[in-house]
């Protein structure tokens, strides 16, 4: 089992900054892929980054350019930079991981383990 818990939401102004972490425990060396996603009221649950542990990056097109995800090298943490923040951007963000192989997509299928979430507010 690995457990995640998420921390770094709050409310910021368009265009401020947040920075989200996600702490990892249990088995996290057999982890593969480790991701945020985010959702907003009555919308569907959407990635929005993802990190191999091999450190490969990939952005879903609406935060490309925005947003920045790393990891730590002993991979128990994963953290989400988010710049130029837009109210569209509001959304619970989770933290995410999979033990599964292959070319995954970045989607909420392909993840087994969840943190509770975290909110992010962008006013304008």
């Known amino acids: 089992q690995v457990q995640l818990v998420e921390s770094g939401g709050g409310s910021v102004q368009a265009g401020g900054s947040l920075r989200l972490s996600c702490a990892a425990s249990?088995?996290?060396?057999?982890?593969?892929?480790m991701a945020w996603f985010r959702q907003a009221p009555g919308k569907e649950r959407e990635g929005v980054a993802d990190i191999t542990r091999a450190g490969m990056t990939r952005y879903a097109d609406s935060v490309k350019g925005r947003f920045t995800i790393s990891q730590d090298n002993a991979k128990t943490m994963v953290y989400l930079v988010m710049n130029s923040l837009k109210p569209e951007d509001t959304a619970m963000y989770y933290c995410a991981a999979t033990k599964r192989y292959g070319l995954i997509s970045l989607s909420s299928s392909n993840y087994d383990y969840w943190g509770q979430g975290t909110q992010v507010t962008v006013s304008s």
């Open positions: 249990g088995y996290t060396s057999s982890t593969t892929f």
